[in-house]
């Protein structure tokens, strides 16, 4: 930007005018004209100034305004670039400085553990030989886990309450085990490792519970009050 003041600076003294005569033509002030030589654009209240008065000063002198401020804008633009590199130039040496930090103060962390542990070892009675091994036996022996007894996988359970005669197909993790008819008040019970899948002739006759909790086997039942549920271990099926 150094640039736009030199050629003002050297465009009026080649005209022979003073910095008063060229205030007197244009009516800007003379530390406006000085700030514009200088290439102080800071000196002025707003860019838009900075703007105007270098269109003016320009046109006084017989430059080219327009070419003045493609300059201008030309300038203002590597400028930024370049404070946006400077940035980044100095976010990666704040970034380096901050791992040497770290390792520093991790590297010190350790050295003080070390020396903490030294200290602890030193402070320790000696023990012989046969004394050290006797005391790993029966802490070996006070520790030794119990071995543990796993647990019985829990059984699903199926209910059936026949409130009128209903035909019913049940397996039992994939096998069958029941197919036939239900009479009336009859209670039909099976057990599963996994889960059920059960087929009911008619719903409206019949009651099902998985582990205990009433199963809404109504929805989803063909218009001949036909249906097929899955129970899992999950329970989604099951009413509170």
Same mark, same amino acid.
């Given at each position: 930007m ?28 003379e ?14 209240? /707003? ?7 270098l269109?003016?000063?320009?046109k ?7 070419e ?12 930024y ?10 976010? /990666?040496?704040?970034?380096?400085q ?5 390792i ?8 003080? /553990?070390?020396l903490i542990v030294?200290e602890?070892?030193l ?11 006797e005391d790993?036996?029966i802490?070996s ?9 796993p ?15 209903v ?9 069958k085990?029941?197919?036939?008819i239900?009479?009336k008040d ?8 996994n ?6 002739g008619?719903?409206?006759n /019949? ?14 039942a063909s ?5 097929s ?12």
């Amino acid at each position: 930007m150094k640039e736009i003041g030199g050629i003002l600076k050297k465009a009026r003294e080649s005209k022979k005018l003073s910095i008063g005569e060229v205030h007197k033509s244009t009516k800007i002030k003379e530390a406006y004209i000085t700030a514009l030589e200088n290439d102080d654009v800071k000196a002025f209240p /707003a860019e838009l100034y900075y703007k105007n008065f270098l269109k003016n000063y320009a046109k006084c002198l017989d430059l080219k305004a327009d070419e003045l401020l493609e300059k201008y804008e030309s300038a203002k633009k590597e400028e930024y670039k370049n404070e946006i590199k400077e940035q980044i130039k100095n976010n /990666a040496i704040n970034q380096k400085q901050q791992k040497k930090l770290i390792i520093t103060l991790v590297f010190a962390a350790v050295m003080c /553990a070390a020396l903490i542990v030294f200290e602890f070892l030193l402070k320790q009675p000696k023990t012989s030989p046969a004394e050290y091994l006797e005391d790993v036996k029966i802490s070996s022996a006070a520790i030794a886990p119990k071995p543990e007894i796993p647990a019985e996988p829990r059984k699903q359970k199926l209910s059936l309450d026949a409130s009128g005669s209903v035909w019913v197909s049940i397996e039992a993790d994939n096998k069958k085990v029941f197919e036939g008819i239900v009479n009336k008040d009859e209670n039909k019970t099976f057990s599963a490792d996994n889960g059920f899948a059960v087929k009911i002739g008619n719903v409206l006759n /019949a009651a099902v519970y998985f582990n205990d909790k009433k199963v809404d086997i109504t929805s989803g039942a063909s218009k001949n009050k036909v249906n097929s549920i899955i129970l899992k271990k999950t329970e989604e099926n099951a009413i509170e």
